[in-house]
T-cell receptor
Framework: LAKTTQPISMDSYEGQEVNITCSHNNIATNDYITWYQQFPSQGPRFIIQGYKTKVTNEVASLFIPADRKSSTLSLPRVSLSDTAVYYC????????????FGAGTRLAVHP | NAGVTQTPKFQVLKTGQSMTLQCAQDMNHNSMYWYRQDPGMGLRLIYYSASEGTTDKGEVPNGYNVSRLNKREFSLRLESAAPSQTSVYFCATDVRSDTQYFGPGTRLTVL
């Protein structure tokens, strides 16, 4: 099972860009990289997914280098409402029990 | 279209009592999952169901049973609750196993 490592916590200020890096040295060929966001008292919410290079949606961008051993979630111009825990997951779309949610990265956005 | 719903939202049990947590999804997905999340921790998979009529153990199945009643519903039962089962329980469903949609959670306290 691919294990991920990400910072336990990060602090930022409103309007700044935040980059959260996740390392996954043992990523397998079939694995995709998925990021979830969790607000207090809510379930995690899917925000972005990628396999290689760069993916962008209305919420975030995901940068994946050629060796795929790490990935970076980029949140442009964060606001207070982006304060949440962000989880990086690596898994095979067909592997039902292979998703592992670690402790995630607690992002605190300050005024 | 409610997505994933869970009942109850909150529950307090005494040690040894039993209860069933209910989950329903209206997304017409085949797979459903039960997770638990302890304070400050990531999610851990209890059981999952790849399709109607099938269930499989996840990372922490001891003390729990599940029933996949039909395609929409997946219930989690605690036969004899223990304080160690105090947690927040999340139900999820997915399009593919790495893209999951979570319910709002059930906060369970076992005294």
């Amino acid at each position: 099972l691919a294990k991920t490592t990400q910072p336990i916590s990060m602090d930022s200020y409103e309007g700044q860009e935040v980059n959260i890096t996740c390392s996954h040295n043992n990523i397998a060929t079939n694995d995709y990289i998925t990021w979830y966001q969790q607000f207090p008292s809510q379930g995690p919410r899917f925000i972005i997914q990628g396999y290689k290079t760069k993916v962008t949606n209305e919420v975030a961008s995901l940068f994946i280098p050629a060796d795929r051993k790490s990935s970076t979630l980029s949140l442009p111009r964060v606001s207070l409402s982006d304060t949440a825990v962000y989880y990086c997951l690596v898994g095979d779309p067909g592997g039902y029990n292979k998703l592992i949610f670690g402790a995630g990265t607690r992002l605190a956005v300050h005024p | 279209n409610a997505g994933v719903t869970q009942t109850p939202k909150f529950q307090v049990l005494k040690t040894g009592q039993s209860m069933t947590l209910q989950c329903a999804q209206d997304m017409n997905h085949n797979s459903m999952y039960w997770y638990r999340q302890d304070p400050g921790m990531g999610l851990r998979l209890i059981y999952y169901s790849a399709s109607e009529g099938t269930t499989d153990k996840g990372e922490v199945p001891n003390g729990y049973n599940v029933s996949r009643l039909n395609k929409r519903e997946f219930s989690l039962r605690l036969e004899s609750a223990a304080p160690s089962q105090t947690s927040v329980y999340f139900c999820a469903t997915d399009v593919r196993s790495d893209t999951q949609y979570f319910g709002p959670g059930t906060r369970l306290t076992v005294l």
